[in-house]
């Protein structure tokens, strides 16, 4: 990419001392491999709503569906400090153009999913989920997240980092020339992405076809808002081998009958080897890249799910 992806990030995760002792939870994958890619955001919920270094630890109580912040020992409720200064920090983070955020797992504040509850006897639950992060999901409901601990996940991992890139993509064709009309542009955009979304989910691959095609007919910001929604929420759909499989072969469709027979039959092995998970999502999408430059297939060199990221990040080495 010519332009930095910004990213928000959960401060202690790149090393930074913010923890209630005062030490940090430094996850090299996140700071030194994706601080590559990516621009971070440092964000941590308790220093800077002012409660300071180092701190009593804390931990939600009461109703998962609604918990409340409490200090472990002494019981100070914090629940409205930390929600007055969410509310205010997920405004000021409206102006960063974030394609992502990378929550710390389990914490009050910033655990995304799966934060343990406690009941009035001490009984925790895991079904809660931390208010800063909760405060940011309401806010931004369609920029993808995940946390720490989730990314060790080969393909959590590799589905999070492809929707940040791919919401990069949009929000760089909106900002495209103004002399092209969004119409244009989004038509453009469609297309180059039509075999990603096919991989994700083939009904919402057609849902967002026709939403293309009917781009002239509808006002620009409904357009974007509808087509921003529909692309997030099909790519948030787990691809699988077999939707891989599908979309492979429709790739190969487009050079069939220029293959010698030895490479049709090697070509079809490997997409079956991969659907059956003998082999990683990378030997077939490697393969179909090479003979759609061999064969010079424009279509297929101009769609982005041959290099939805960065091939240095080697995601599609272990799908």
Sequence with gaps: MSETIRVGVSACLLGRPV???????????????????????????EVECGLGVPREPMRLVGDPDAP??????????????????????????????????????????????RVKVYNDKGSPVERGV?????????????VPVEDEGRLHDEKLRENFIERIFTLDRWRRTLAGDGATGLPARLVAFAASHKLLLMAHSPDMARQIGRL????GTRPAETLR????????RALALPATPAKHANVLHHAM?????????????????????????????????????????????????????????????????HV
């Design 68 to 113: 409340r912040l409490a200090a472990i020992k002494t019981g100070i409720d914090l629940t409205g400090r930390m929600l007055a200064w969410a509310a205010r920090r997920v405004e000021e983070l409206a102006g960063e153009n974030l394609c992502g955020f990378i929550f710390k797992s389990k914490s009050p504040s910033s655990g995304f999913t």
């Design 130 to 142: 931390g208010l800063f992060a909760r405060a940011f999901m309401d806010r931004f409901p369609l």
């Design 19 to 45: 923890r209630y002792d005062g030490g940090h939870k430094l996850d090299r994958y996140v700071a030194d491999t994706l601080g590559r890619c990516f621009e971070f955001v440092p964000v941590c919920p």
């Design 212 to 215: 293309a095609a009917e781009a």
């Design 225 to 232: 808002q509808d087509y921003e929604a529909l692309l997030m």
């Design 253 to 317: 469709g487009y050079f069939k009958k220029m293959l010698t027979a030895g490479e049709k039959a090697e070509l079809l092995e490997v997409i079956d080897n991969h659907r059956l998970g003998h082999v990683p999502l990378i030997a077939p999408v490697t393969l179909v890249a090479h003979y759609a430059r061999k064969y010079d297939v424009a279509y297929l060199q101009e769609q982005v799910y041959l290099r939805p990221h960065p091939v240095e990040l080697r995601l599609r080495n």
